[in-house]
């Protein structure tokens, strides 16, 4: 028989993808709207780089951003971003932290690199965090403001020197805090904080790293044109992006944009993803079969959190009867912990409704 969870127990919207991430209500129905003047449209036509336009103001908004740093976009999401630093950013050596998957596949990009020097790789084990260390013949130093693979955070603060400070923010960009100040590259994608889709990358670039972009392509490198970020730059500053973007996508995190920066901006997130934060770790902390996967609370994750259950309790069970009940991706991230849910809690998702998913799960373990 299916267990059916009571009503009055269950979130008023039930989807906590890590990403995909929820597209709140009315988002697609707003889309149909205006898509008559948008989609189908050429990209360096006037619909489609005001709504290119509109991103890139709405996200200066949200971090504030100082005088010089522009915002840059281009086709290909996050992980090809990995690959954009390696061709276009680093000159020679790069030192990494890595304490997840997304760090990992970052370092793991450069390390494949033969035009480069071997990186110098910080790692912690799963559940852990690592920082950056000052380093002699460092030119970039590149960390993951939020690890989604386990749900681990660091803070972005500048290693001494002047290499540049790279971010991978994918998971973080919207729902933690930031003085961007502190990097020179902060890039991310649409489909965690900004409630949309992927294929897309966007940089937050300080005035040195577009010079040190400038000073990469007039080397003689070669830099294969996908991952030119010169380019990149260029046709973001006339609100276009060097390939065709996928409009929808766009549009979605532009309505996210409005909708955040009418809302408290970057401080209003992040209270938000603070409470979702303390509704899910108090929880799993009182808890008499679950614990936070991340021990040291200061590590832990506002927007994806992690939680380990007792080996006795059976997580895919648990989970089957979740989402016949509409409650959904709570799925670990593969290879990650033993027993574990993870749930997003980006500035979209409710806090009520986080609160209202941990009684949820007490109700289905009690049963099960």
Same mark, same amino acid.
């Given at each position: 028989?299916?267990?059916?969870?009571?009503?009055?127990?269950?979130?008023?919207?039930?989807?906590?993808?890590?990403?995909?991430?929820?597209?709140?209500?009315?988002?697609?129905?707003?889309?149909?709207?205006?898509?008559?003047?948008?989609?189908?449209?050429?990209?360096?036509?006037?619909?489609?780089?005001?709504?290119?336009?509109?991103?890139?103001?709405?996200?200066?908004?949200?971090?504030?951003?100082?005088? /010089?740093?522009?915002?840059?976009?281009?086709?290909?999401?996050?992980?090809?971003?990995?690959?954009?630093?390696?061709?276009?950013?680093?000159?020679?050596?790069?030192?990494?932290?890595?304490?997840?998957?997304?760090?990992?596949?970052?370092?793991?990009?450069?390390?494949?690199?033969?035009?480069?020097a071997s990186p110098t790789v910080l790692r912690a084990a799963p559940g852990g965090r690592v920082l950056?260390?000052?380093?002699?013949?460092?030119?970039?130093?590149a960390i993951t403001h939020n690890e989604t693979s386990t749900g681990v955070m660091a803070p972005v603060e500048r290693v001494?020197?002047?290499?540049?400070?790279?971010?991978?923010?994918?998971?973080?960009? /919207? /729902?933690?805090?930031?003085?961007?100040?502190?990097?020179?590259?902060?890039?991310?994608?649409?489909?965690?904080?900004?409630?949309?889709?992927?294929?897309?990358?966007?940089?937050?670039?300080?005035?040195?790293?577009?010079?040190?972009?400038?000073?990469?392509?007039?080397?003689?490198?070669?830099?294969?044109?996908?991952?030119?970020?010169?380019?990149?730059?260029?046709?973001?500053?006339?609100?276009?992006?060097?390939?065709?973007?996928?409009?929808?996508?766009?549009?979605?995190?532009?309505?996210?944009?409005?909708? $955040?920066?009418?809302?408290?901006?970057?401080?209003? $997130?992040?209270?938000?993803?603070?409470?979702?934060?303390?509704?899910?770790?108090?929880?799993?902390?009182?808890?008499?079969?679950?614990?936070?996967?991340?021990?040291?609370?200061?590590?832990?994750?506002?927007?994806?959190?992690?939680?380990?259950?007792?080996?006795?309790?059976?997580?895919?069970?648990?989970?089957?009867?979740?989402?016949?009940?509409?409650?959904?991706?709570?799925?670990?991230?593969?290879?990650?912990?033993?027993?574990?849910?993870?749930?997003?809690?980006?500035?979209?998702?409710?806090?009520?409704?986080?609160?209202?998913?941990?009684?949820?799960?007490?109700?289905?373990?009690?049963?099960?």
């Amino acid at each position: 028989m299916t267990l059916r969870i009571p009503a009055d127990l269950l979130p008023g919207d039930g989807r906590f993808g890590s990403g995909p991430s929820k597209v709140p209500d009315g988002r697609l129905q707003a889309l149909a709207a205006s898509g008559s003047t948008l989609m189908g449209t050429s990209h360096r036509q006037a619909p489609v780089k005001e709504l290119v336009g509109r991103v890139r103001r709405g996200l200066s908004e949200l971090f504030a951003l100082p005088e /010089g740093y522009e915002v840059v976009l281009g086709n290909g999401g996050s992980v090809a971003f990995f690959d954009v630093v390696t061709h276009a950013l680093i000159r020679q050596r790069s030192q990494h932290a890595v304490f997840g998957a997304f760090g990992a596949k970052f370092a793991k990009a450069v390390e494949s690199a033969p035009w480069l020097a071997s990186p110098t790789v910080l790692r912690a084990a799963p559940g852990g965090r690592v920082l950056l260390l000052p380093e002699d013949g460092v030119d970039v130093y590149a960390i993951t403001h939020n690890e989604t693979s386990t749900g681990v955070m660091a803070p972005v603060e500048r290693v001494a020197g002047d290499a540049l400070m790279v971010v991978d923010a994918t998971s973080a960009a /919207g /729902g933690l805090p930031l003085d961007a100040a502190q990097s020179d590259v902060y890039f991310f994608a649409p489909q965690k904080s900004f409630a949309s889709d992927g294929g897309l990358w966007i940089a937050l670039l300080s005035p040195a790293a577009i010079a040190r972009a400038e000073e990469v392509a007039a080397s003689g490198r070669h830099i294969p044109a996908f991952f030119g970020l010169t380019e990149a730059v260029a046709q973001s500053r006339l609100d276009q992006t060097v390939n065709t973007p996928a409009v929808a996508t766009l549009f979605l995190m532009a309505e996210q944009l409005d909708w $955040m920066n009418a809302h408290g901006g970057l401080t209003g $997130m992040v209270t938000r993803t603070a409470a979702s934060a303390e509704a899910l770790y108090g929880w799993a902390e009182r808890s008499s079969y679950a614990r936070p996967f991340v021990t040291d609370p200061a590590h832990r994750s506002l927007v994806v959190g992690t939680v380990e259950l007792d080996e006795a309790i059976d997580r895919v069970a648990v989970m089957d009867v979740l989402r016949r009940n509409g409650v959904v991706d709570v799925d670990a991230y593969r290879g990650i912990g033993t027993n574990q849910l993870r749930v997003a809690m980006y500035p979209a998702v409710d806090p009520v409704d986080v609160e209202a998913l941990t009684h949820c799960i007490d109700w289905v373990v009690e049963r099960l």
